[in-house]
């Protein structure tokens, strides 16, 4: 559907785009690389699509080792972002929408910190989602971790 409607205004294909951290990748290089492909996207005239999850860390099932597994996926649209980052930077902020309920909320997309450096991926810090909050059980450490998007890269 999203091919469809972007070529009344000529804007290119509409792709998908994993955004794991490879071995021979930085944790800073991914947040780099992140931001220029939604940023492209946004100036295309395309919000990205984004998939977040979210992941609790507990015991694997027939295990006694504990690992960051998914509880539940979720999609919101990313409708702004800072037009620069500097070299430095460990996360950026970000304007996006919900389907749920179709607000406009803001949140922080940033490097993985101590308690989640396991992660290969950015962690999507949006205090006000609720994205399987209700899947957790008590205690359990959780974060959304930002995985894949789709837009104009």
Do not use: C
């Amino acid at each position: 559907m999203a091919n469809e409607m972007r070529t009344s205004g000529w804007m290119g294909t509409v792709k998908f785009k994993t955004l794991f951290r490879t071995n021979h990748q930085s944790s800073p290089d991914l947040l780099q690389l992140t931001h220029r492909s939604l940023a492209k996207s946004l100036n295309k005239g395309f919000p990205p699509i984004i998939s977040i999850r979210r992941m609790a860390y507990r015991r694997i099932a027939n295990s006694q080792i504990k690992g960051w597994l998914s509880v539940k996926r979720h999609y919101v649209v990313l409708t702004g972002l800072p037009e620069k980052l500097s070299a430095n930077a460990t996360s950026f902020e970000v304007t996006y929408h919900d389907p749920w309920g179709g607000k406009a909320l803001k949140g922080t997309i940033q490097i993985a910190d101590a308690k989640t450096h396991s992660l290969a991926t950015l962690i999507a810090n949006f205090p006000d989602s609720k994205i399987g909050r209700n899947l957790i059980k008590g205690g359990e450490p959780t974060v959304l971790s930002f995985s894949s998007a789709l837009g104009l890269f």
